[in-house]
C-alpha cells in the first residue's frame, strides 16, 4: 500500500468526497498481469461492542472478504476508489488496509496479506465551546472587545438559570 490521502502522517485522514486507496504489486520473475491477481480487504472494528466488518465494494458485512481494486494505473500501481456516495464511511472510525496479490507462475504463488496499515477517518469539526464564550461575553471581559466577530448577546434568561 503506497497511499491513502495520509498527507501528514499521522494516519488520520479527511477525504474531500471519494477516499482514493493505492499500492504497487510486482514479482520478479513471476510478474504481476492482471489486476484479478491483487485482492485488497477493508475492515473497521467498532470499538464500542467489538463487531468486525469487512467492506465489499457496496456494503460493510460480518463474513470476512476481501475484493479486487478498480484499476491498474500503470503496472505494477493499482488503485481502488471508495466512493464517497454510498454514506458507508463513517467518521471516528478505525479502518484497517491490507493487500495481497499472486504472480503469474503455473500454478501461481499466493502471496499473505500484508500487516494492516490502520486509518481513522476524521470528518467531525473541532468543537468550539459556545457557552464559555457567552458566559465570557456577558461578564464585559476587556478582551472580548478586540474581537473581529460581532459582540455575543448576552441571555438574561439564561444567566438567572444559574
Not at 94 to 119: I, Q
Amino acid at each position: 500500500m503506497t497511499s491513502y490521502e495520509d498527507g501528514d502522517g499521522n494516519k488520520k485522514i479527511n477525504p474531500q468526497g471519494d477516499w482514493l486507496i493505492s499500492g504497487n504489486a510486482s514479482d520478479s520473475p513471476g510478474d504481476i498481469n492482471n489486476l484479478s491477481q491483487i485482492r485488497l480487504k477493508i475492515k473497521t472494528i467498532d470499538d464500542a461492542n467489538g463487531t468486525t466488518n469487512y467492506w465489499t465494494k457496496t456494503d460493510w458485512q460480518a463474513n470476512e472478504t476481501d475484493f479486487v481494486p478498480d484499476s491498474f494505473l500503470s503496472k505494477p500501481q493499482w488503485d481502488y476508489t471508495f466512493p464517497s456516495n454510498l454514506g458507508k464511511l463513517y467518521t471516528d472510525q478505525r479502518y484497517f488496509l491490507s493487500v495481497k496479490a499472486d504472480d503469474s507462475a503455473k500454478p501461481p504463488n499466493t502471496g499473505s496479506f500484508s500487516t494492516a496499515v490502520e486509518v481513522v477517518i476524521d470528518t467531525t469539526p473541532p468543537f468550539q465551546n459556545r457557552r464559555i464564550l457567552l458566559t465570557a461575553a456577558s461578564t464585559n471581559l476587556p478582551y472580548l472587545k478586540h474581537c473581529r466577530e460581532p459582540p455575543l448577546p448576552t441571555f438574561p434568561a439564561w444567566k438567572k438559570s444559574r
